[in-house]
Each structure stands twice: as structure tokens, then as C-alpha cells.
């Protein structure tokens, strides 16, 4: 019974009144006859009661969690309570009839209150509007909590009047008494009865006390953001009277004087005026510094654009405006070999017309937290999702989509200066992340065994092959040759983890190209993207982390940094900046950008040691001529929006075509139903292909079982008969030491013969 009196004393001091959002304390929990009750940390937070073995387990490890939603609860007798919801029954017991009643008056509220908003969600989920705005959902969000407060001081009221009807009737049983023993039982019924009518009215005031802060705050905010709103009107309706003042002016301007108006189509330029350009260019010219965040793990540095009297053009490495410059900068560039610019990346025509189209995505609402709110931790491919929040692409295609630009890899086999061609290696690698900017949702996992090639040796003059050549952990192999001078070869393994606010994607693993003239050999590998908004709000995307791309051969670099998004930061967003290095660690190029746009390139003409940043870190200073522009973001089709937001390449890579192998992702019956429109029948078709996957799985591994038991030869150590890919197979990487699954071949020669005896039935 000590121990009772330990583990109340414990609760009444860290536990905060019944009426606010959190109840902490000390409860015994019912184990097993064995142990019987053992005292218990439970917090009771968001409709939620969880139980600790200590406090210090809240930080990592949970032992069991109930929804006051749907729970029951009961109190047996003084001192003990039982909560059930569905087949879970917590039999909790507190060490007096007081502190018993303020975990049954908390566990109350929080129920009432959890109730509320589970039907507010429900009733909520398909009456948002994709397009509301921040404003209107502030506003929305203020009122659901005044009322949520409001419901709190009701049912706090109800607690009150049930606790005072208690206690009259503890007093009038206390006038009625003739026995003095008795006596003094009832008037210690009576002393707990005013104790817990007290507790429960200090709940109501705090209750009413929050309600009115609330109130008057958000009353002040309104009233403040109403006035904001009445000026901007009238500012708008002052400048809308300018402008038609003006257009009025100018139209009968032009009237007045048409011949004039006709004859001089081009009006020269008059040595004032030029004067007056130069004067403003030049002033321009005084603001061209421009300061760049530190990198991760080399010194922070400012880059200067060096004066050309012959040129007044200011430099934008930061990227916050346009830098004027057009695809031909890269031609004019004369500080780039002119090998690199003899030929144009898109020279060939297409011989194909490909589709620009697909059907439009139908508008079906579903309730995503209804799906995910039990997925919490878990790795993302081993969650059953509807095609609802798929595209109908699969993991496959979108990592053939890093060849949208492939023309920089042809550009840059062209190049003799090794370090030129890593600033249009580096421009390849940023522009892989271009096509996610508005793709927020989910790629299709591909089957064990899936491939997809894309043929474009015609067209462009490479190949791609891609497998899905594990399932758990999910990898895909990916190799592309080119005959326009090189190869590109990975896997990927995609560890992904949904946090509840975001969903965070790594992909782990090499991305290997190699030239075939020079020989040099770059490695590097992909950044962090992050999903954000996933319960509440617009989806959007985001990609942070660093780059670092190396030439094996001339041990070369080029660090990039992608700088996570911030609102409080004055950078431009989705900001991609990097310095190209030689072995010896001297920078020779500035590159900058943005990951959804376009990448510049400056090359450096001087440096110099500079004073210290705010964080103490010493700054070098680059003074690098005008940059250049090195890749360029294609814009997307007309009607995007309605077509997942696909590029012109994306649209093409589901289409169907001739010769292509049985396992290919254009042959997956649940996508195509999907990009027809027909979801019901898409997510029909998606359970029977992965039950079907895990049919397989499971006789595979009983036949392993069974071979193993029937050999009994456990020195060996041999597998049996481990899956294999088709197309890849395992081997070690000489230059990261890795093992990981390289093309073996055979592919492109079995399409030519017409021969895919050899795939098996995944479909």
C-alpha cells in the first residue's frame, strides 16, 4: 500500500488539471495473476492513453496505446478503473478514490473531446477544397478550437452538476445520522466529495479561463487582418483608377499620331538614351556580389563577377531572377573548349510521333489519415495503398526518367577539359529532380522480375534496361549505354519512412558513368526528398542533402549542396549550389541554381582569402566571369495539371509497344487500368497481383525449406536456388568496393530474336 501512496503522490505533483490537452501520472496495471498490478507511467494526450514502464521509456518505447474514441470506460469499485476498446482491456487501479475520480474526469474530457473530432475529420474529408487558402483554413482552424473549447466547458458543466447533485446528497445522508461512528464515515465521504467537486470546478475555470484568452487573441488577430484587408482594397482600387487613367492617355496618344506610330517600328536609340542604359547597367554592376550558404564540409566563399567594359551584365548566381541568358549561352560561353558545343544535343528528330496526351485523372476524394494513421514507422512498401495515391507509372519508369536530359551526357562526351565536362555531369545530375517538383504522388512497386526498357537508339542513340531485382528490401538495377560516347549504370534501393507530417524517401546506392573516349569514371549518389503535408495542406516536395560527384580517373570533384527549404531563409527556394574542384583541392567553377529550373556555371578567375562569416568560419573569395547557362527545364505539356503533372517523356513511357518483353511495366494490367481512369478495377487488379507475388514468395521459400531439411548438409552453407535476375547479376564494384548487380546482357538480343521464352509469369 506504500507503494500506492509513492505512485499517487508522483501523479498529483507531475499531472496538470483534468481540463487541459495532457494528464501525466502513476496508475497500477493489471499484468497477469503472476505479477498481478505493477505500477505504470500513463500519459493521456490527444484522445490517446499510453502507458510507460518509466518516464525515461517516453522517449523511445511505448508499451501499449488505447483510442478513447471508441473505449469504454468503467470504474469497479473505489480505487479501480477498466477502459476496453474492441478486443483491448486495460484493468488500471489508482491508490485513492480522489485520484481515481481525476483520471476518470480526465479520461472523460478526452473522450468527449476525441469524439468531437472524429467526427469533424469525417465529416470534413471530402468537403476541402484543393485551392482553399491559407487564410480561410486559419480561420476554419481558429473556429473548430472555440468550439472544442466551448464543448470542454459543457461537459465540464455536466461533471459539476453531477459532483454537486453527489455531494448534496452526501449532506443530506449527514443530517439524518444519530450514530457517531457512522458519523464519521460520512463525513469523510462528504470531505472526498467536496475535494473532487472542487478539482472539477477549478477545471471549469480553467476551462473558461482558455476560452476567453483564445477568444480575445484571435478576436485581436481578426480585427487586425479585416483593417489589412480593407487597405489593400483600397490601395488596389486607387491603382486600378491609375492604370486605366494611363491606358486611357496612351490609347489616345497612339491615335493622334498613327503615321508616326507606323513608320517607326523599331524607334532608334539616341546617344542620351544609351547614356542613360549604361549609366543603369553600370550602377547595376556595383551590386553584382553575390554571398553563398557554406558547404557541409568545405570553407564558405562569396563569388565575385569580374567588370567587362564591354559587357554590362549583372550577375545572378543565387538565381533569384532570370539570368538572361538562353539555351545558346552555352554556345557563346567563351571561357567552355569549343568541342563541347559542335553539335546540339537535340540535332536528330524524333522518327516516332510519340503520344503528348493521356487521360485526364479522374476526381476521387479519399481519406488519406483514414489509411495512414495506423502505418506510422513503417517502411513504406510493405504498406497497402490504393491506387488512388499512385501514378500510373512504376518505380521503373520514373527512374528512366533521369534521361530527360540526357543530351547534357552527349554534350559532355564531346568535352576535352575533364573539368567542364563535370559541370554538365553535375547539371545531369540536379536535372533528375526537375520532374518532382509537382509529383507528389506514389510510383507503382514494382513486381519481382519487372522490367522496363526504353528504346530510343534511333531517336536519341541509347538504350535503357531496367529490373526489379528485390522485393523486401525493394531494388531496381538500371544500365544504359549510348552510342554517342558513354554509359550510365545503378541500383537503387528506396528505404523510405512515414513520420506523420512527411514522408521521408532515401534512395541508397551508386549511380556509375563512364565515357568511353577519355575513360573518366563519375560516381555519386542521390539526395534526400521529403514529402510534406501528408495529413493536412497541399502535398509538396522537397529535396535536401549533398552531392558529391567524383572522376575516379582524375580524382576530380564536385560537391553540390541542396538547400532544405525554410521560411524563414531569404534564398531562393529549392537553392542548388556547388564548387567544381581538381585533385588538388583548387576550385575552378561556381555552379548555382535551382533543382526545378536551370543550373549556371561561372568559371573562376581569381581567388582570394576573405574575412570571417557569422558562424567564425573563414570565407574565400571567388571573382569568377559571367555565368553560363548549363541546363534548362523543358516546360511541361499543355494540360499537365490534369495528367499527373507528366513530362513530355513521361507521357511516352507507359505507351505501348511492339516486341517488348512479357515482365515489361507497360504490360502491368492494374497501371494500365489505372492511366485508362478505372480505379476501382485498378485497385482490384493491384490486390491479386501481389497476393499472387506473395504466393510465389512463400513456395519458394517452403521449397528452400524443404531441400534444406531433406540434405541436412548444414556445413555448406549453400542457398537454395536463390532467386536470381533475368538480366543483372551480382558483382563487386572495383571503385566503391560495393557489391551490387551489374547488366550481364542478353536482353536486346533476345528482343531481336523475339525470344522471351525464358521470362516468367509475374503478370
Same mark, same amino acid.
Given at each position: 500500500m506504500s507503494e500506492l501512496g509513492k505512485g499517487s503522490a508522483s501523479a498529483s505533483t507531475a499531472a496538470p488539471a483534468p481540463g487541459s490537452d495532457t494528464y501525466k501520472g502513476w496508475l497500477f496495471k493489471w499484468t497477469n495473476y503472476l505479477k498481478g498490478y505493477q505500477?505504470?507511467?500513463?500519459?493521456?494526450?490527444?484522445?490517446?492513453l499510453s502507458y510507460y514502464r518509466t518516464q525515461a521509456e517516453m522517449a523511445h518505447t511505448c508499451r501499449g496505446t488505447i483510442n478513447l474514441a471508441t473505449?469504454?470506460?468503467? *470504474?469497479?469499485?473505489?480505487?479501480?478503473?477498466?477502459?476496453?476498446?474492441?478486443?483491448?482491456?486495460?484493468?488500471? !487501479?489508482?491508490?485513492?478514490?480522489?485520484?481515481?475520480? $481525476?483520471?476518470? %474526469?480526465?479520461?472523460?474530457?478526452?473522450k468527449a473531446k476525441a469524439i468531437r473530432m472524429m467526427n469533424d475529420q469525417s465529416d470534413d474529408s471530402g468537403d476541402e477544397e484543393p485551392t482553399s487558402q491559407s487564410d480561410r483554413s486559419e480561420i476554419q482552424g481558429t473556429l473548430k478550437i472555440l468550439v472544442s473549447k466551448l464543448d470542454d466547458l459543457s461537459t465540464c458543466n455536466d461533471l459539476i452538476a453531477k459532483h454537486g447533485a453527489a455531494l448534496q446528497r452526501s449532506l443530506s445522508e449527514l443530517e439524518g445520522l444519530k450514530v457517531p461512528l457512522e458519523g464519521g464515515e460520512k463525513i469523510k465521504a462528504v470531505n472526498e466529495r467536496a475535494t473532487?467537486?472542487?478539482i472539477t470546478?477549478?477545471?471549469?475555470? =480553467?476551462?473558461?479561463?482558455?476560452f476567453l484568452d483564445l477568444a480575445e487573441t484571435h478576436c485581436r488577430r481578426l480585427q487586425r487582418a479585416l483593417q489589412y484587408e480593407r487597405e489593400q482594397r483600397t490601395h488596389l482600387e486607387e491603382t486600378i483608377e491609375q492604370l486605366a487613367k494611363q491606358h486611357n492617355s496612351l490609347e489616345r496618344a497612339w491615335r493622334e499620331a498613327p503615321t508616326h506610330a507606323s513608320s517607326t517600328p523599331s524607334a532608334p536609340t539616341t546617344g542620351q538614351g544609351s547614356e542613360r542604359v549604361n549609366k543603369e547597367d553600370a550602377s547595376d554592376e556595383d551590386e553584382d556580389t553575390e554571398y553563398f550558404d557554406a558547404m557541409e564540409d568545405s570553407h564558405a566563399f562569396i563569388t565575385v563577377t569580374a567588370t567587362d567594359s564591354t559587357q554590362h551584365r549583372r550577375s545572378q548566381s543565387n538565381l533569384s531572377g532570370a539570368s538572361g541568358g538562353q539555351a545558346s549561352d552555352w554556345n557563346q560561353d567563351d571561357h567552355m573548349s569549343p568541342s563541347c558545343n559542335d553539335v546540339s544535343g537535340k540535332e536528330l528528330l524524333p522518327r516516332r510521333q510519340r503520344r503528348t496526351h493521356i487521360p485526364d485523372k479522374p476526381n476521387y476524394s479519399l481519406n488519406l489519415w483514414s489509411i495512414m494513421k495506423n502505418c506510422i514507422g513503417k517502411e513504406?512498401?510493405?504498406?497497402?495503398?490504393?491506387? =488512388?495515391? =499512385?501514378?500510373?507509372?512504376?518505380?521503373?519508369q520514373r527512374l528512366t526518367e533521369d534521361l530527360e536530359y540526357h543530351e547534357l551526357l552527349d554534350k559532355a562526351a564531346r568535352c576535352e577539359s575533364s573539368l567542364e565536362q563535370m559541370c554538365l555531369v553535375a547539371a545531369f545530375s540536379v536535372s533528375s529532380y526537375s520532374t518532382t517538383v509537382h509529383r507528389t504522388a506514389k510510383p507503382f512497386n /514494382?513486381?519481382?522480375?519487372?522490367t522496363y526498357e526504353l528504346d530510343r537508339l534511333e531517336e536519341f542513340g541509347y538504350r535503357s534496361l531496367c529490373e526489379q531485382v528485390s522485393h523486401h528490401p525493394p531494388a531496381a538495377a538500371h544500365h544504359v549505354i549510348s552510342q554517342r560516347g558513354w554509359t550510365l549504370w545503378q541500383e537503387i534501393t528506396i528505404a523510405s519512412k512515414f513520420r506523420g507530417k512527411y514522408l521521408s524517401i532515401m534512395p541508397l546506392g551508386a549511380i556509375h558513368l563512364q565515357f568511353h573516349s577519355s575513360g573518366n569514371h563519375y560516381v555519386w549518389r542521390k539526395v534526400t526528398s %521529403?514529402?510534406? =503535408?501528408?495529413?493536412?495542406? !497541399?502535398?509538396?516536395?522537397?529535396?535536401?542533402?549533398?552531392?558529391?560527384?567524383?572522376?575516379? $580517373? *582524375?580524382?576530380? %570533384?564536385?560537391?553540390?549542396?541542396?538547400? /532544405?527549404?525554410?521560411?524563414?531563409?531569404?534564398?531562393?527556394?529549392?537553392?542548388?549550389?556547388?564548387?567544381?574542384?581538381?585533385?588538388?583541392?583548387?576550385?575552378?567553377?561556381?555552379?548555382?541554381g535551382t533543382w526545378?529550373? +536551370?543550373?549556371?556555371?561561372?568559371?573562376?578567375?581569381?581567388?582570394?582569402?576573405?574575412?570571417?562569416?557569422?558562424?567564425? !568560419?573563414?570565407? %574565400?573569395?571567388?571573382? *569568377?566571369?559571367?555565368? +553560363?547557362?548549363?541546363?534548362? !527545364?523543358? /516546360?511541361? /505539356?499543355?494540360?499537365?495539371?490534369?495528367?499527373?503533372?507528366?513530362?513530355?517523356?513521361?507521357?511516352?513511357?507507359?505507351?505501348?509497344?511492339?516486341?517488348?518483353?512479357?515482365t515489361d511495366s507497360r504490360l502491368r494490367p492494374d497501371q494500365r487500368l489505372m492511366e485508362e481512369g478505372r480505379w476501382d478495377e485498378a485497385n482490384s487488379e493491384k490486390q491479386r497481383l501481389e497476393e499472387k507475388q506473395r504466393a510465389v514468395r512463400r513456395r519458394r521459400e517452403a521449397e528452400a525449406t524443404d531441400a534444406l531439411d531433406e540434405e541436412c548438409d548444414y556445413d555448406s552453407g549453400r542457398d537454395y536456388e536463390r532467386y536470381q535476375p533475368l538480366w543483372f547479376h551480382q558483382r563487386r564494384d572495383s571503385v566503391t568496393g560495393e557489391t551490387n548487380f551489374v547488366y550481364r546482357g542478353g536482353y536486346w538480343e533476345s528482343k531481336e530474336r523475339e525470344d522471351w521464352s525464358m521470362c516468367p509469369d509475374i503478370f
Open positions: 505500477r505504470r507511467w500513463f500519459v493521456l494526450s490527444n484522445g490517446l473505449a469504454h470506460i468503467d *470504474t469497479e469499485d473505489a480505487c479501480n478503473i477498466v477502459l476496453s476498446s474492441g478486443g483491448r482491456t486495460y484493468h488500471l !487501479k489508482a491508490s485513492t478514490e480522489v485520484e481515481r475520480q $481525476r483520471w476518470v %474526469t480526465a479520461l472523460e474530457l478526452a473532487l467537486f472542487r470546478s477549478n477545471a471549469m475555470i =480553467n476551462a473558461c479561463r482558455d513504406l512498401s510493405k504498406i497497402p495503398m490504393p491506387v =488512388n495515391f =499512385n501514378e500510373p507509372l512504376s518505380m521503373l /514494382p513486381l519481382l522480375g519487372e %521529403t514529402v510534406h =503535408n501528408i495529413i493536412v495542406g !497541399k502535398l509538396w516536395i522537397d529535396q535536401s542533402g549533398d552531392i558529391e560527384i567524383v572522376n575516379n $580517373r *582524375t580524382k576530380e %570533384t564536385c560537391q553540390l549542396k541542396f538547400s /532544405p527549404y525554410s521560411y524563414f531563409s531569404r534564398d531562393v527556394p529549392r537553392k542548388v549550389t556547388g564548387v567544381v574542384a581538381d585533385s588538388g583541392g583548387q576550385a575552378h567553377y561556381i555552379l548555382s526545378d529550373d +536551370k543550373m549556371e556555371s561561372a568559371k573562376i578567375i581569381q581567388s582570394s582569402r576573405g574575412g570571417s562569416g557569422s558562424e567564425g !568560419k573563414q570565407k %574565400t573569395v571567388y571573382q *569568377t566571369l559571367s555565368p +553560363k547557362l548549363l541546363w534548362k !527545364k523543358y /516546360p511541361l /505539356p499543355e494540360n499537365a495539371e490534369n495528367m499527373y503533372h507528366f513530362s513530355a517523356l513521361a507521357l511516352t513511357l507507359n505507351e505501348p509497344e511492339d516486341g517488348v518483353a512479357l
